[in-house]
Every structure is written in C-alpha cells, then in structure tokens.
C-alpha cells in the first residue's frame, strides 16, 4: 500500500494552461477552504469515487456537501482558464455550520467535510469507501502498575494529531511522540477494574491499520494562562517515508498490512497567529508530478530546491 499524506517560483496566471492545474477565488474568507480543496483535487480518490456517485435521491439541494464538492472537484480539472466555480460548494458548507465570513481551522472543516459526506450521500456503500480513504485504525491500551491489569479499546481517526515541540522538530520525531507510553499519575490515573480504585497506569496506542491517505496535522497551538498561542518553528518532512521504519514499536500485533510506505502530495500552510491568518497550499499534480503553489486564485509552479 504506497500512499500519500496529506500536509523559487515561475508565474502562471490563474493556472497552467497545458496541465490544468485552477486556482479557487477567495469569497468571504474562503481561503481555508479553497486550500482543501486544492488537496482533494491533488489526491483525487475522492473525486474519483464521487464520480461513480449517480445522487439519485438527493432532495437537499444546495445543502448537500458532498454533491456540491462533486460538481467543484469535476470543475478543477477543465481546461478553462479562470477560477474554478466553487461558490455553491461554500454556501453548503455554510447552511450546514460551516460559515462563510469565518476564520475556520483547516483540520476541524476536513473532518466536518468528511461527517457531512457519510451524513448526506444517499449510497453508502460509497461514502464508507471515502472514509476509508483516512481512516486510521488504532487500540488504545491502559496497563495498571498495580496488578499489571490491561485494558483496550478500539477506534479510529482521520487525521493524525501530532503536537509540535517549541525550538525544531521533524515529522518522525512528532509521529514517535504520539506513540510513545505515558505515565497516568495523580489526578490522572485510571480507574482499573481488578484493583476496584484509580491506579497509576500506562497508556499506549498501537496501529491496527493504515489509511491509502494519511493525513497529518501538526498541532501548532498552545494555551498559556487563557491565551492561545501559535509555534512556528521548523518542522522537517521528507517527500517520501515508510511507517514501518519510522514506527518499529508503535504496530499492534494483530497489524497486518506489508507495505507502509508513503509520498507526500500535499502540505496546508497557516500564515499568521492563533487569532488570525491565511491558508495556502503546496500541491503535486497528478499528471506532471511538478509542485505547484495554490493561493486562492494564484498559482504559480514550485522550482525544485
């Protein structure tokens, strides 16, 4: 399973005219959107599998999410050289509380895009299949220090969290931190049933399975004293990278899938503070495999460093 993840210039216009590569106008601070949907477009399953969904029994009208991002998915691969029309797509993000006129976290509406897809297609079968795109199933585990006593519980997520230390940091490191053991001491013990009492324990998650896409995000904010506050130090990442090797010690046992590798086809940007900012995006095309930089409505092709 080769997969993806989902995080010097020569100018082009609103796009490149021989690959198609459109830019997304911005309308009413659409900006965290459009970087969306420029990573959709640049992974393609998801239009691709919308593309067999025939809709048939949508009565909703411009508030169904998934058929408006059907039809502005289709749009960004035409050859026609202005932004792609994607208005009717921000306003049904908007009629199911996904405001227009709103600063917007890019990872909480990706995974309200996601919800309201598995809410609102008629067939199923077809919006399990977009889940399973991102879906990362893992089992938490809670061991007692007392009696050795071990609890589990399975679930799954659709985008990795990974908390950002404050000087540098690389994507592994960041990935090896959350799958780490953690002490669960005072006012964090666990209740452990074969002891009847809170216990300290040990808390672990173990992957049970890999997503075709792998979505990351890096938790840039912190709260100091009822503040919030937003790190921008370096975070590495390479282009490409094997789970397996990264994570020797983070697989559960009943883990079964042999090829963990990944190449990277996206990467969402924040500029700004906690309290405000823009989003913009760094894409590979699906045809060329050149990068190119999305903002908003300009594109401009990315030069190899």
């Known amino acids: 399973m080769s997969g993806r993840i989902c995080w010097s210039f020569s100018n082009l216009s609103v796009r490149d005219l021989f690959f198609g590569m459109r830019g997304l106008s911005n309308y009413n601070l659409s900006c965290c959107v459009n970087t969306l949907l420029q990573t959709f477009s640049a992974t393609w399953e998801i239009g691709d599998i919308l593309d067999k969904w025939e809709a048939a029994g949508v009565t909703t009208g411009r508030r169904n999410v998934p058929l408006e991002l059907k039809r502005v998915l289709a749009a960004m691969k035409s050859d026609r050289p202005h932004p792609a029309p994607h208005r009717d797509f921000l306003h049904s993000l908007d009629s199911n509380c996904v405001r227009l006129y ?38 938490t585990y809670v061991e007692c220090l007392d009696c050795t006593a071990v609890q589990t519980l399975t679930s799954y997520m659709l985008s990795l969290p990974l908390h950002v230390k404050e000087d540098q940091d690389s994507l592994e490191n960041c990935m090896r931190s959350f799958f780490q053991h953690q002490e669960l001491r005072g006012i964090n013990c666990c209740f452990c049933a074969a002891c009847e009492k ?59 899938q042999n090829d963990c590798r990944y190449t990277l086809h996206a990467v969402v940007v924040h500029s700004g503070s906690a309290t405000f900012g823009h989003y913009t995006a760094y894409v590979r095309d699906r045809v060329n495999r050149h990068w190119y930089f999305a903002d908003d409505s300009h594109v401009e092709q990315v030069r190899p460093i």
């Open 198 to 256: 809170k216990t300290p324990s040990k808390q672990a998650v173990k992957l049970l399975s890999l997503p075709p896409i792998l979505c990351v995000h890096l938790k840039r904010f912190r709260n100091y004293g009822g503040s919030t506050r937003k790190l921008d130090c370096r975070v590495t990442f390479p282009e490409t990278f094997d789970v397996s090797e990264t994570l020797k010690e983070a697989f559960s046992s009943d883990f079964a």
């Open 102 to 139: 709103t600063q917007h976290d890019a990872d909480e509406v990706f995974l309200a895009i996601l919800n309201l897809m598995q809410l609102q297609m008629d067939d199923k079968p077809l919006a399990l299949q977009i889940q399973n795109l991102f879906k990362i199933s893992v089992e």
